[in-house]
């Protein structure tokens, strides 16, 4: 059943170039803050295992440098604004748009993103209800704690596991809330008991869905550590050779690393698309043996 679902997915998306334009337009600022904590998360596992020589160092310091040359501070101020409205406003907007767009399919762009914008509210409500139990919260949170050093300490270490082991649950349990929220107009928590309910009526049906879906996930980090590797590595290398200052180069550096952000905001928004559909499609299937 799942192959059959993973196929007819992906048969969809293809005849829908529609989908992954929504997604990439909502999700891109969403994206650009996955890469951040990707970026936070892999530097502070550097700097916990090898020391100071080995991290983003170099690369850190140059764009640091470029800021303070330029005096465009006020410039990232206005860069950051724009990343928390795109991943704390646009986002739910985004994926509310999304499912209605793949509910009518054929229908225009803008009447789902419509939609999306009627069903903010609530979407905000179940992005923030969540944000505690999201992989990405923990793992910051435990970086954090590593880089302070008080990780050894035997009650944060049992708080870490019983967190760690609600989000496993939360994941396991919540995979149909949004739909109920968006297609059966329920309000959150109505959303996530019905969500429980038909996760213990379909079990298997669930469990392979969001392991399939955590397999996914896994590609996309692998795919956004290459898209960010590439332009450090280019830091690294003009650092090393000592022509960081040279004009041309910096082009180039800014040039790729501009590209590898774009690429990386397509692949996601095509994972994004992705994703809907296949939960969506989990859902129906979960539906029918209700």
């Known amino acids: 059943m799942i192959k059959k679902t993973i196929a007819s997915s992906i048969k969809t998306l293809l005849s829908n170039p529609k989908l992954i334009r929504i997604a990439f337009l909502t999700t891109f600022w969403h994206t650009v803050y996955r890469l951040y904590l990707i970026i936070y998360f892999l530097n502070t596992l550097l700097i916990s295992r090898y020391e100071s020589w080995v991290q983003f160092s170099d690369a850190i310091f140059y764009i640091f440098n470029k800021i303070q040359e330029f005096d465009i501070i006020g410039l990232i101020i206005g860069f950051i604004i724009v990343i928390v409205i ?23 762009m803008a009447s789902a993103i419509t939609k999306g914008i009627k069903k903010f509210f609530l979407m905000f409500e179940y992005n923030g209800l969540w944000f ?40 396991f349990f919540r995979p149909y809330t ?6 059966k107009d329920l309000k959150v928590f109505d959303a996530i008991k019905k969500s429980m309910y038909l996760t213990m009526q379909n ?27 590439i332009p450090t590595a280019l ?54 043996n209700e």
Not at 178 to 183: A, G, N, P, S, V
Not at 240 to 263: K, P, S, T, Y
């Open 132 to 171: 505690a139990f999201w992989l990405y919260t923990i793992t910051t949170i435990t970086l954090r704690l590593l880089m302070m050093g008080i990780l050894d300490n035997i009650i944060l270490k049992i708080i870490i596991i019983f967190w760690f082991i609600i989000v496993l649950f939360a994941t």
């Open 203 to 229: 079990p298997g049906l669930t469990i392979k869905g969001v392991l399939f879906e955590m397999l996914l996930f896994v590609r996309f980090i692998i795919n956004a550590l290459i898209v960010v590797g």
């Open 86 to 108: 795109g991943n704390f406003l646009i986002y739910p907007i985004g994926e509310a748009s999304i499912v209605y767009y793949i509910q009518n399919q054929g229908k225009k």
């Open 235 to 288: 830091i690294y290398l003009a650092v090393f050779f000592n022509i960081i200052d040279n004009a041309r180069v910096e082009q180039i550096i800014w040039i790729v690393a501009g590209l590898m952000l774009l690429l990386v905001a397509y692949i996601n928004a095509i994972l994004e698309s992705f994703f809907n559909l296949y939960r969506y499609k989990i859902f129906e299937k979960a539906q029918e």
């Open 178 to 183: 949004k739909y109920y929220i968006l297609i």
